[in-house]
């Protein structure tokens, strides 16, 4: 079989392997939902509602009362998920308890573009810092450059996400008051237009550019925090592939040639040392993409990760199901991609 054959078929089984996959997320966070404490009706109603009215909402969304026995709340259960997962089958990913029968796909479309600029600005940042120490630390192997990239790639891959965003919230945010916190837009200002909802390309498309450095303010403090935190990762791998690649026989001989070391390190053995900092670049992105839950917590990020933690805190069961088969797709999606990728990039892979 061919490489392009073989290739073909690997994503088609991948795809066809996809919708197995989300029904597994599905029904993980269906029964692990229902398996912990707590009655989601009192969470909307909260508990001096009236019986009638708690009544009411157990019949209308399909919840066992929590003193019924066990046998008839998994009977509900039951007609509960044969129903979901019909309706996921129409691409109905259901409606919302505590935002009053909201359908949940318009909960992602108006909190999802928050979370992708966060993400792709915090992972841009993540990427060139984290590559450039890399390539700079793998260059100058044994000097104290070399153990300086090291040392950065260790402390900033352990330091936790919600302490260090919390600090730097508290120094430059409340202290020296140099960035905003918890917005996206000064709520004073009309936001920018546009079909991608993402605030910074919107207004560069509509030529505002007093609105594209606005948003910019907005993301600094998040989306650097993020980036800088994740840039350790990156710093490890490319350190780590550089060096050995720069050991390669090719490296060797085009030393001997006398091509001179940057050219060497940029034009020859940085592209295949790239290779896996590409997987990891598309899975982290695709993992921010789905579930930036403690970034946008901690920043007060108005994104679909803080809806989630919400959905979560308030037992919207429907939410929270329907945000993580979304995020579910976004991984499969991702990396399916990724692999196409790396066949085209290096033409060793075989599948």
Not at 236 to 259: F, H, Q, S, W
Not at 316 to 342: E, H, P, R, W
Request: proline share 5%; hydrophobic share 50%; charged share 15%.
């Amino acid at each position: 079989m061919s490489r392009a054959k073989a290739l073909q078929y690997y994503v088609l089984i991948r795809l066809l392997l996809a919708p197995l996959m989300l029904w597994t997320i599905f029904t993980l966070v269906f029964i692990l939902l229902r398996a912990t404490p707590g009655d989601p009706i009192d969470a909307a109603l909260g508990s001096r509602a009236p019986d009638s009215v708690k009544e009411e909402f157990r019949q209308r969304w399909g919840f066992p009362d929590p003193n019924q026995p066990w046998h008839e709340k998994l009977g509900l259960y039951g007609l509960q998920y044969i129903r979901d997962l019909g309706n996921l089958l129409h691409f109905d990913l259901g409606s919302s308890i505590s935002s009053q029968g909201q359908q949940v796909s318009e909960i992602i479309g108006q909190h999802f573009s928050a979370t992708a600029e966060l993400a792709i600005c915090g992972l841009t940042v993540a990427f060139l810092v984290g590559v450039g120490i890399g390539i700079l630390s793998a260059s100058r192997s044994g000097t104290i450059l070399d153990a300086g990239g090291r040392l950065f790639g260790i402390i900033t891959y352990s330091l936790p996400i919600f302490w260090v965003g919390m600090i730097l919230q508290l120094i430059f945010a409340v202290q020296l008051n140099w960035f905003p916190i918890g917005t996206r837009f000064p709520i004073t200002s009309p936001t920018p237009e546009g079909f991608t909802g993402l605030y910074t390309i919107d207004s560069l498309l509509s030529g505002n550019l007093s609105q594209f450095f606005t948003a910019l303010y907005y993301l600094a403090l998040p989306s650097v925090t993020l980036g800088v935190l994740l840039s350790g990762i990156f710093e490890r791998i490319v350190r780590v592939n550089l060096k050995k690649t720069l050991k390669a026989d090719y490296v060797e001989a085009a030393r001997a040639r006398g091509i001179p070391e940057g050219r060497i390190v940029f034009a020859h053995a940085l592209k295949n040392a790239m290779i896996p900092v590409i997987t990891v670049l598309g899975l982290m992105l695709a993992s921010l993409l789905g579930g930036a839950v403690l970034t946008e917590v901690t920043f007060s990020w108005p994104g679909l990760g803080s809806r989630l933690y919400q959905a979560i805190s308030e037992r919207d069961y429907f939410t929270v199901q329907g945000i993580m088969v979304f995020f579910g797709l976004i991984v499969v999606g991702a990396s399916i991609a990724i692999d196409i990728i790396n066949a085209l990039i290096d033409p060793r892979i075989r599948y």
